[in-house]
């Protein structure tokens, strides 16, 4: 808990000396380097004007002084200008924040006049929406467009513009229509789709290979037992920090979603069924999530329960895991020319538990508009402009982010940049909603209690069995609804 409100903290404290400061993390943009000559005036003008109070001694002495009548001047001209400035706060997992940073300088381009800063947040989704709140509580104009998880339209709608007012009816029918209808609350648009997520299982073609294996593993059952074989055979050839499966155990956001995935895969339901029954106390769940714990430290490093995708994904990148569990954007930069392992994996579906199929959880990014922005007209054009056909298919091919327009899985660029998005087309379409519609505006509340609920489980402190009957009371009193089976 400490942690968390420390690093929400210093995620606002972050973003608040960006924009008071001058913007400095993201030096790679021209458009930085016009925000950071900006408020760079200011500290000069403040001191240059104390003195000014101060005895004339003082002032005769500085040259300093001949610019103090200055900035009055300066000041007095800036109003005049048409000039406006837009702050997208976006991701930074992977290359998130580059591609964002590149797609505000081609907004820019086209209109002139507008200056987008991209500000860097937090990769944990709760300590992101921790700094989001901070914000909106303060019904504070310094953030114009936000990129949101897919899980927060039901939380978050109060803060958002309806984004069919500012030109989205006209291209909300080229997306996923789950995902319009997921961003739609009380009839208002309140996220454009901008990428769409699914958990996939990357396996290592050339140990599978090596290993005997024609394909990877169709259950859990198999993937442990291959885990295993390849991480006994890779450390008996000397590579003693190989492991055979990383994934997302820390006590956050992606732990609900490796946790449904068990879960939903297992029979054991969704937590909440999509008609607010609460059914996370069954045996699929209490069975799966056991099996899983039983990973930590076997197949998966103890370390995993600190995991996030960053984490999963360095051990991977380095060659030094036989399978992960990651989203699509892994895929890319599993191939650049820094990976150790280009060229040497593929993905697949997660593996099936007892339902006899594996289950992906639905994730993604939508950007939506604050309403307590001064500029929601321009905002609203630079959140189509991002979420447009031409800006998703650059994401496709440079960061294999799933566009949500449907046309793009059928555009042969895309496709040959990430084939995955046509052979798993189905596991994309198909992915498991987490309960955040049914839930809100608490879903927030139910993940945090189902992932620290299953983090005692994968720690050690608690059998599945018990720390389920709690939590089951624990959603009891948060929801009020029914209790019952999936
Ligand atoms: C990915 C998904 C998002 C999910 C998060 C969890 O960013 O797109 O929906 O909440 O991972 O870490």
Redesign the pocket.
């Known amino acids: 808990m400490l942690n968390r409100r420390v690093s929400i903290l210093l995620g606002v404290l972050v973003i608040l000396a960006m924009l008071f400061v001058a913007c400095g993390g993201n030096n790679a943009t021209p458009n930085n380097t016009t925000n950071v000559e900006e408020p760079a005036d200011e500290p000069v003008e403040e001191p240059v004007e104390e003195p000014v109070e101060e005895p004339t001694e003082e002032t005769a002495e500085e040259p300093a002084e001949e610019p103090a009548e200055e900035p009055t001047e300066e000041t007095a001209e800036e109003p005049s200008g048409e000039e406006i400035t837009l702050r997208v706060l976006a ?1 930074n ?1 992977g290359q998130e924040l580059l591609l964002t940073q590149q797609a505000a300088e081609r907004f820019m381009e086209q209109n002139p006049g507008i200056t987008v800063e991209v500000l860097d947040t937090p ?3 709760q300590d992101r929406l921790g700094v989001y709140l901070q914000l909106f509580e303060a019904q504070s104009p310094e953030g114009d467009v936000f990129q949101i ?3 927060w339209p039901g939380d978050l709608a109060e803060h958002f513009i309806d984004l069919n007012e500012y030109g989205a009816a006209d291209v909300a029918g080229d997306h996923f229509p789950a995902i319009i209808e997921n961003n739609t609350v009380d009839g208002r648009l309140v996220g454009m789709p901008w ?3 699914a958990g996939l299982l990357y396996y290592r073609t050339d140990l599978l290979e090596k290993y005997g294996y024609d394909a990877p593993p169709a259950t859990w059952d198999e993937l442990e037992e291959m885990a295993m074989t390849i991480q006994e055979g890779e450390r008996a050839e000397g590579n003693e920090d190989f492991w055979g499966y990383v994934w ?1 155990g820390n006590a ?3 732990l ?2 490796d946790a449904l995935e068990w879960i939903a895969s297992n029979g054991g339901g969704t937590i909440v069924s999509p008609d607010g029954v609460i059914t996370i106390n069954n045996p699929a769940a209490v069975e799966i999530v056991d099996q899983a714990a039983g990973w930590v430290g076997t197949i998966s490093p103890p370390g995993v329960t600190g995991y ?2 960053e984490e999963a994904r360095a051990v991977w990148q380095a060659g030094n895991a036989a399978f992960m569990r990651n ?1 699509p ?1 892994a895929y890319s930069l599993g191939n650049a020319e820094d990976s150790a392992i280009a060229g040497m994996f593929d993905v697949a579906p997660l593996p099936a538990g007892a339902s006899g199929s594996g289950a992906a ?5 939508q950007l939506a508009v604050s309403r307590y922005s001064e500029h929601p007209e321009e905002a609203a054009r630079l959140a189509l402009f991002m979420a447009s056909a031409e800006e998703q298919k650059i994401r496709a091919i440079e960061g294999s982010f799933n566009p949500t327009i449907m046309s793009l899985y059928e555009d042969p660029e895309v496709l040959e940049a990430s084939p995955f998005f046509g052979s798993l087309y189905d596991v994309f379409i198909n992915a498991v909603a ?1 309960p955040s519609t049914v839930t809100a505006p608490q879903y927030n509340d139910v993940s945090t209690l189902f992932f620290n609920s299953v983090h005692s489980v994968l720690t050690g402190d608690a059998e599945a069995e018990d720390a389920f009957a709690e939590l089951e009371l624990d959603l009891q009193d948060l929801l009020g609804f029914e209790t019952g089976q999936p």
């Open positions: 991701g997992v990769d944990f989704v998880d897919v899980i990428f769409t997520d997302q956050y956001e992606g609900t979603c996030g995708e989203w954007y959880t639905l994730g993604g990014w987490r």
